[in-house]
């Protein structure tokens, strides 16, 4: 097997399909029927118009707004509404321009708003701004980040009202004091600035007291209750290279918690790494088996799936667990995924029993689609059937991809509530994965400073939770952790305290944090303007793309006298059709095409000339009748141009496609698309897959 210790697979981040990819077909009906539904009722409780300031108190216009939660363009907008009790996503792209702030519609419930936003020297967290947990259900004029600090700070009281052993730090009680004071200072009747200020500079100090308890807690709460679960410290190895001295460090920093998760690579057998199984279990290491990794999903079909874990399970009798699902919400995966999760996992009960099944999601609630969201998936793909299979559920997370912060807590409560008879944890976690760096955490301009902060954060928070294992299971553990003693000690540190029981830090002085009295003031006591129903400066964000039908008028030709035809494989071979767009700089765009056929291409539009960053995308499945397809409205920062692309990216989808009338601009704009009709042949066009695509005329 290749040696990969240096240079270890970027997983679903180095496929281009990473951020907002097509839904398989009926997902993607799905969610059309849900948000004409909520679009029809948009403003059943009325609008919420949000005001936003930074920390000196000044205003920040809408685009102010999205270049602060986006991280200066190198993000995308993220802004979703979610069921506040389940965090299940409702709708994507929820905030308009109304006047000079932004706003969003309600519903027909009461919904959160789900947003990423900057701290310091936090970096970004996922802000659930709920309105003190109700969510929001009538109009209302909500100061943003004093709001979101008052709800942050509530969460972190009862967070620290449920661990009364809790030793609190200074740490903790400074930041929270300084928390508590800026929001002690300010009132319903101070002018909105000075709240809004209290409220950035609150929120950057709850993010650091919020770290700080869970951090410090976690192993205290886990040595007390070893004896109800046992604590796992957790390595990813995808290399069979090496393999005594990485399994040998495994030990040294962890044992007698250690778990390694080993890869296998796709196309290996298992005799490949009967070695390093073996010379884990001679060194008292416990193993994790994953046989088939989130990226090398689409390369099996169902069948194959179950076969492999068939193949695995008999080779490796003394493995210790299975993961039977990797990342499995993440829409670069087969839409049949959740069938395969119940195979792999029957599997795994029939042919190892007692030997528990490990199931992985991918930390995303408002970074994809409403239907990859992470607790809306799982509501959606595991019926009781399979959960009845599955014994420890657990989430990847990356900072720089999907933020976490403030949320963490929150996220892995629900984790717990949703999955209430399974063990659970951190099945993944990284930082700054080449290619993948939207956001930043804890130190924006040291990676390294960064990285280590998320392994002592979150190897130790992981475990502040009934019922969770920890895991962990970096995944760049051996480049991250061979040379680096910092990152060696932070593990070694942890284990000492899940050994002894130690206590968290000596407390100071202060008083308990909680006795800090914080206004509570009711968010629609500030007067509301009212918005026009209908928002001219900026269109409101249409979540999901729309699929629309039309007689159909000739042959393989939409209009004029020439098409492109596709002549889609079997297989995702990621082969374009594509075209550089000139675009208006921050302005709101959509892209469509009209299609007639069989089989499934993605339409893709990429914000950046190596297509890693993605701004909008839909899955065309075309039928005998002419369809429209379009984007969901996407924005285009500061760019200039952007790329646009008919992408052979989806298994099981041959056929043969027509495509017309390609359009990409602002909503009753100009066309932006060269040749967009393809009456000029190939002029404007790229074509990387030639015997896939090729323009002909049909007159």
């Known amino acids: 097997m290749e040696n990969q210790s240096e240079n270890q697979p ?14 398989a077909f009926l997902l993607f009906a799905a969610v059309i029927v849900v948000v004409f539904s909520l679009r029809g009722s948009a ?14 108190g000044t205003a920040l216009t809408p685009t102010q707004v999205r270049s602060a939660s986006n991280n200066g363009g190198a993000g995308y907008n993220n802004d979703f509404l979610l069921n506040p009790a389940n965090m299940r996503a409702i709708s994507s792209g929820p905030l308009y321009t109304s006047g000079t ?17 900057p701290t310091l020297p936090g970096g970004y967290q996922l802000l659930i701004l709920d309105n003190g947990g109700a969510g929001f259900s009538t109009a209302a004029t909500i100061n943003f980040t004093y709001q979101a600090a008052l709800d942050v700070k509530k969460k972190l009281d009862a967070a620290r009202s449920a661990r009364p052993d809790y030793v609190p730090s200074a740490k903790f009680t400074t930041a929270y004091q300084a928390a508590s004071s800026q929001l002690a200072g300010v009132d319903v009747y101070s002018p909105q600035s000075a709240r809004g200020k ?42 069979v290279s090496n393999y005594q001295a990485n399994v040998d ?39 994790l088996g994953q046989p088939i990794d989130s990226t090398y999903d689409k390369g099996y079909t169902r069948a194959q799936y179950k076969q492999r874990f068939i193949d695995y399970i008999t080779a490796f009798p003394q493995i210790d667990a299975w993961e039977v699902g990797n990342e499995v919400n993440g829409s ?51 019926p009781a059937s399979t959960r009845a299979n599955i014994d420890v559920v657990t989430f990847s997370q990356y900072q720089e991809q999907a933020p976490m912060g403030v949320a963490f807590d929150q996220v892995m409560k629900t984790l717990r509530a949703e999955f209430p008879t399974q063990k659970i944890g951190l099945g993944e976690l990284g930082y700054w994965i080449a290619g993948q760096q939207f956001w930043w955490a804890y130190n924006q ?85 009212t918005p026009s129903p209908t928002p001219t400066a900026t269109p409101t964000p249409t979540p999901s793309p729309t699929a629309t039908p039309t007689p159909a008028p000739g042959g393989i030709v939409f209009n004029g006298s020439w098409s492109a035809t596709a002549k889609i494989p079997a297989t995702a071979t990621y082969q374009d059709l594509y075209q550089t767009v000139t675009v208006t700089p921050n302005a709101n765009h959509t892209a469509s095409v009209w299609v007639k056929g069989s089989g499934s291409l993605e339409l893709q539009v990429w914000g950046n000339a190596n297509w890693t960053k993605r701004l909008a995308s839909v899955r065309i499945n075309a039928t005998s009748t002419w369809t429209k397809f379009t984007t969901p409205v996407f924005n ?31 909503s009753g704009g100009v066309n932006r698309v060269t040749n967009p009709g393809f009456e000029s042949g190939n002029t404007g066009w790229n074509n990387d897959g030639p015997a896939i695509f090729s323009i002909q005329t049909g007159k």
Do not use: C
């Not at 778990?259 to 008292?284: E, H, M």
């Not at 692309?645 to 027509?658: K, R, V």
């Open 249 to 287: 460090l495994a030990a040294t920093l962890a044992a007698p918690y250690a778990w390694i998760r080993i890869v296998f690579d796709a196309g290996q057998a298992p005799l490949t790494y009967t070695s390093l199984v073996n010379y884990a279990k001679t060194k008292g290491v416990k193993v």
């Open 101 to 117: 702030n932004l706003a969003f519609n309600i519903p027909s419930q009461a919904v959160a708003l789900a947003f990423n936003w």
């Open 332 to 382: 670069w995966l087969t839409s049949d995924i959740g069938l395969r999760i119940a195979d792999a996992a029957a599997e795994v009960k029939a042919r190892a029993p007692g030997k528990p099944t490990f199931l992985t999601f991918f930390w995303q609630i408002n970074t994809d689609s409403v239907a990859n969201s992470m607790f809306t998936w799982a509501n959606a793909n595991l």
């Open 445 to 529: 301009t040291d990676t390294l400073a960064a990285k280590r902060a998320v392994a002592e954060q979150y190897y130790n928070a992981a475990f502040d939770y009934p019922g969770s294992i920890g895991g962990v299971f970096w995944w760049t553990y051996i480049q991250d952790f061979k040379s680096n003693t910092t990152m060696q000690q932070i593990v070694k540190t942890l284990r000492d305290k899940l050994q002894s029981g130690a206590p968290t830090p000596t407390p100071t002085a202060t008083p308990s944090p909680t006795a800090t009295a914080t206004p509570t003031p009711s968010p629609t006591a500030t007067a509301t303007p």
């Open 636 to 666: 285009s920062g500061n760019r200039q141009r952007v790329y646009l692309s008919f992408d052979t990216a989806f298994a099981n989808a041959a056929g043969s496609m027509y495509l017309d009338e390609v359009f990409l601009g602002t």
């Open 10 to 23: 970027e997983k679903h981040r180095a496929l281009r399909n990473l951020l907002l990819p097509g839904l």
């Open 198 to 239: 209290a409220g950035q500079l609150a929120l950057d100090q709850l993010a650091v007291a919020y770290d700080a308890m869970l951090a410090e807690h976690g192993p205290v709460y886990a040595a007390a209750n070893k004896s109800t679960v046992t604590p796992w410290i957790g390595f990813t190895i995808d290399t």
């Open 43 to 56: 403003q059943a409780g009325g609008t919420v118009t949000l005001l936003f300031f930074d920390r000196n």
